[in-house]
């Protein structure tokens, strides 16, 4: 009898781990939240920039392009003066709105219990 345990541990697809393969497309910290603002449409770089004060130009332009070339973001480029650029999600891309969305709702989920946690933690401390 197969031990349950090890069900995870062999993955059976030749090109890797399906996990592995998800968590490579839309993993780190800007990635996810990128295709998140793209889920309400089309944006450009500027845009994202305001969205995501934290983020740096080069990592923005870095996150964009790997998305890119995983197939879930399109970049326009429209030849005008100054070049203007917009990225939106392929349909392919938009296959991935019920996983961010479930992962933004566990983040609310976790958010909420960390303050309840800590806000009781503060009160029974002297």
């Known amino acids: 009898m197969e031990n349950h345990l090890n069900q995870y541990s062999a993955c059976p697809n030749p090109y890797g781990c399906s996990v ?7 993993g780190g910290k800007w990635k996810g939240v990128i295709l998140y603002h793209l889920f309400s449409g089309t944006k450009r770089f500027n845009e994202f920039r305001r969205l995501m004060p934290d983020i740096t130009q080069r990592m923005l332009t870095l996150q964009l392009r790997e998305l890119e070339k995983d197939g879930v973001v399109h ?11 917009e990225y939106s999600l392929t349909d392919f891309g ?10 933004r709702d566990w983040g609310e989920r976790y958010n909420h219990e ?11 401390e002297p």
Do not use: M
């Open 20 to 26: 592995e393969a998800t968590l490579e497309v839309i």
């Open 75 to 85: 970049r326009e480029i429209y030849k005008e003066v100054p070049p203007k650029v």
């Open 94 to 103: 938009r296959t991935l709105e019920p996983i961010i969305r479930l992962i």
């Open 114 to 124: 960390i303050v309840l946690k800590r806000g009781k933690l503060d009160h029974t």
